[in-house]
């Protein structure tokens, strides 16, 4: 299984004094940037074939975005799992019961928790990857995902296409 794991684009700052952190949204740039950046990783076989998102909304709008933006146009599924101080045997839990035989699984949520949980599956735990906004990086399994179980495949940024 390919599990790839997704920073959320670029959102209203946080403490705006017009949306509470739950409700931030992207920006149109946050938007532009990662639809093309999608569009890009779609025409190099990134297809998964099940979103998981953080239930805030710049999550569940990235996640979308990547849903509407590659061929199998997958579900989009909120797991309080990926909100702030993710619940990585959460997340294995949920992907070996929901989603066991998708090839490849996509989890979109925040930093710094998507650093943690790309170290704690490629083997150091107690380590941190930097993901930019709207990065996604690409772990491959044997089987389902475990901790230390994982191979970093590759790490994307808009930026590093040109977007």
Sequence with gaps: MILYIVRHAAAVPYGDPDWPDFDRPLTEKGIARFSQFIQALATADFAPGIVATSPLARCRQTAEIL??????????????????????????????????????????GHAPDVGHLAAALIGRGSSQIHFSKGAVAAIQFDGLPAPGEGELCWLAMPRLLGC
């Excluded at 309080?80 to 959460?90: I, K, M, R, Y």
């Excluded at 929901?98 to 699984?105: F, G, H, K, L, M």
Aim: charged letters at 20%.
């Design 67 to 108: 849903s509407r933006m590659v061929p199998r146009q997958p579900p989009v599924v909120a797991r309080e799992e990926l909100a702030p101080a993710s619940d990585l045997p959460g997340l294995t839990s949920w992907v070996a019961q929901a989603a066991a035989d998708c090839d490849q699984v996509a989890w979109v």
